[in-house]
């Protein structure tokens, strides 16, 4: 759903790549510091992605903004296309694709299938997306956003290495997505179908209430770019 106000915004985007760029592994910050002495004074320390998933596991399918559709959607074969040239990225993360693998029940030393790559590549977004982890000592300062039936919470809290949760802040707030139309693109308003280029400020577009009901809202800004941002509440 949408918010009560929509504003849509002026950006200038680069060209969308269908590879995105992830480093050699997207837990290297939170892992950085940790010791080979660490891992064999403590067998039962867990990696940080099986932290992410613990913390899921606890709290619930947190929100995040999926990389194939916001801000620029990929069609269904673009982004298909990305997940099987990622492949390749997210196996080299050893801890990474180990914690996965073992989630949807894949053998990692198995030739997967397509398919099964694809999963994997669907399982390291929500991983990389829905739970930020920041390395403090021996423990794990984290932070995910939830969608919960009385509104949207901002979670964080510690996680220690052994899976043990200790929540520190809950808080509500706005989870949204922007989301950016090519010049040319028409949005349904009260007025009939209209060009994103040609909405005004002051106008008013469809949009949906807290109960899913469709109202009209009126438009903030309207600056003029190649692409329009709509900023607005998108699941």
């Not at 673009?78 to 914690?99: H, N, W």
Request: one cysteine or more; charged letters at 25%; proline letters at 5%.
């Amino acid at each position: 759903m949408f918010p009560k106000h929509i504003a849509v915004h002026d950006v200038h985007l680069k060209k969308v790549s269908a590879l995105p760029h992830f480093s050699k592994s997207f837990d290297a910050a939170a892992t950085s510091g940790i010791t080979a002495s660490d891992s064999a004074n403590n067998a039962r320390k867990l990696d940080a992605p099986e932290l992410r998933y613990r913390i899921l596991e606890r709290l619930g399918e947190g929100f995040f903004c999926v990389p194939d559709a916001f801000p620029v959607g990929l069609s269904s074969a673009l982004a298909r296309k990305r997940g099987l040239e990622t492949f390749p990225e997210i196996k080299k993360d050893q801890e990474t694709f180990r914690a996965i693998a073992q989630h949807p029940g894949l053998k990692e030393t198995a030739t997967l299938s397509d398919e099964e790559r694809l999963l994997v590549y669907k399982e390291f977004k929500k991983l990389r997306g829905a739970v930020h982890l920041e390395r403090l000592n021996d423990q794990f300062r984290f932070k995910t956003g939830l969608k919960e039936q009385t509104g949207d919470i901002s979670v964080e809290g510690l996680i220690i290495r052994n899976g043990t949760i200790k929540i520190l802040k809950r808080e509500s707030t706005f989870l949204t997505c922007p989301v950016c139309l090519a010049a040319g693109t028409r949005i349904e308003t009260p007025y009939g179908s209209v060009l994103v280029q040609n909405v005004k400020p002051g106008g008013r577009v469809w949009t949906l209430d807290a109960r899913g009901h469709k109202i009209s809202t009126p438009v903030l800004k309207t600056p003029q770019s190649q692409f329009r941002c709509i900023i607005g509440w998108f699941t």
